[in-house]
């Protein structure tokens, strides 16, 4: 978080000419890095960067359940923790989990679990481990794009990689992907997930106040950007496999 | 995650009316009209009468618990060890298969409510006593075996070992001197790794010889 108190004048989010703080056009996103199996030891792992949000995902899985009381007879028991880490905020965050982090492990298991096939593991969990090393606004749809990928990287079956995006309002008007700045003094934000593949929404929230109109356009908005990444998720998931191929090449 | 038009299709897929998409990352193979959508990764689910192998965790009362590289642990019945009816207690139980012991068994039941039930009865069933057990992804076991049985037969002619294959991604390896049995862990590795690229058999044949070659030396 930035320190307020002595900064007297309003921070400008929107200059004359419809630039960002960050320079950025209204629709235009920041840029998205995403590594597929950087972690050698979960079954399926992924790094994310976007725009300064760092994040790392492990995920476990399909395995015995522990305690075993949990274990749900028809499906698979879906496990998320979202945490921060002490130093991915300008404030030293505690390292206990907080509200907050309770909260957006709640929301993002509850947008990927539409995505997995649970009827097929019966009696089993899936553990999904997501470390925000950076933060800068955003962190709950990169870390759901992060997610998906490492569950594919796993080998889980899935309907569709789930997708997200947030749209912001910044000084009335509608903004994609705000970052850290925009989502603290901004009008409002509204993360979107979606399985694009089959035009299904996981998950839709928004704090601040849109108007329907507004609602419709940011949902276009954000339909149009989560194809972008859902073809960057692809990309990074077939790249793993294709060095493989390229090294094969080389050494023939 | 990739979508198809009207197919006949096989393997990791589902269908929405006649769309189908694809449910793993994974590889497609297409021959005329059949698609056949192969997985990358995934963990193992037993299916009645796939060979396994297992490691004993636990010894109960009538039972032994059996580590089998999957979600679900296996259970083994001491009915299903002799063929003659014994009454045996807990201690002698473990003097047969104690802890850390490695199996060689079949899956004789699963239905996913409770947890799958082994037999070690059959001829060449039960303790496995020498050998390498070699562990991979289990969706890559048929890589390993290769078109009936062309990579296992090869490298068991060019090393002469003996692999067993469990279905659970667990391979057994027993050669007659323990060069033979590394190479082959290697190789079996070195499989696992390029799985998904083409010309796989031919390449992996001019690997050994070159381990073979640099072993004689």
Redesign the interface.
Known sequence: MKKVSNITEVIKLLDENGIRSDGRRLDEMRKIKIEVGVLKNA??SAYIEMGNNKIIVGVY????VRPKHLAI?YKSLIRCRYEMMPFSVSDRKSPSPSRREIELSKAIREALEPAI?TEE????MIEIFIEVLEADGGTRTASINAASVAL??????????VTAIAIGKIDGKLALDINGIEDQYGDGDMPIAMMP??GYVTLFQADGIFTSEEIEKAFEMAKKAIWNIYEIQ?KA?KSK?LQ??KE?DIN? | ?I?EGKYKIEG?Y?A?GKKY?S???GLTEVDNERVKVI?????Y?PRENDLVIGKIIDVGMTNWSVDINS???GVLQVTEVFSKPTSISRSSLSNILNVGDVILAKVIAFD??RDPLLTIKEAKLGKVSKGTVVEI?P?KVPRVIGKKGSMVNMIREVLKVNIIVGKNGRILVIGSKPEYEALAVMVIKKIE??A??TGLTD?IKSYISKLVNEEGE
């Open positions: 079954d399926g899985g399909p395995k015995e007879p096939f593991f019966p009696r089993t594919a990287d796993a080998g889980i079956p899935l309907r569709d990689l593949q089959l692809k998931l496999y493989i191929v094969v023939e | 995650m979508a990791a589902y929405i998409y449910r793993v990352l997985p990358l990764k995934g963990k689910i979600p679900y642990t996913f409510t992804t969706s790794k390029e998904h690229t390449r």
